[in-house]
C-alpha cells in the first residue's frame, strides 16, 4: 500500500519541481523545428521548451533549441525545457542533462550535440564514441538555467 502511495507523492513533487509543466508528445515527421523550421524527423536529437498554458515549442537540434534560448530575454514563468535523452528516447529536463559533442554522430544541424541523463548513460551508449563534455551553458543560457530545475 505505501509503495504506490509513494509513488504519487514522487510524481506530484517532480511536477511541482518543474512547474507543473511536463513533456508533450512528439512524433517523428509531423511537426517543424520552431527555429530552423526543418521537420523533425530524428526524435533522439529533438529537444522542447513547455510553458503553463501555452502550446510547446520544438527543436530539432540542441543547437536550435540553445539559439531560441538565448533570444529570449526573460523567460516565461513556470516554463520547463526538456531534451531527448539519447540511449533511451525519454524526455528528461535540460537542466539535469550531460551533454556531449560526439563527432561520429550525425545530428540533423551538424552540431554533433548529444543529451544523456547522466555520464554513465552516454558512456554505456553504443553510438557514442570519443564524447567532448560540454558545458551545459553552451546549450541553456544562464537565465534559463533555474527554469525548470530539480529541486
Known sequence: MTRPILFVALLVSYACA???????????????????RRNISELAFASQVVGAGESPLFFDDLT?????LASVATPPEKAAVFVTEHLTGRWI????????????????MGSHLLAHES???RDSDP?????????????????????????
Open 64 to 68: 536550435c533549441l540553445g539559439s531560441y
Open 18 to 36: 518543474i512547474g507543473g509543466s511536463r513533456p508533450a508528445s512528439l512524433a517523428a515527421g509531423q511537426h517543424d523545428c520552431d527555429y530552423c
Open 93 to 108: 529536463p535540460a537542466n539535469a542533462a550531460v551533454f556531449s559533442r560526439v563527432m561520429n554522430v550525425r545530428t540533423p
Open 127 to 151: 553510438l557514442v564514441a570519443l564524447p567532448v563534455s560540454v558545458e551545459s551553458t553552451e546549450v541553456i543560457p544562464a537565465q534559463w538555467r533555474t527554469i525548470g530545475a530539480p529541486q
Open 119 to 121: 555520464a554513465a548513460s
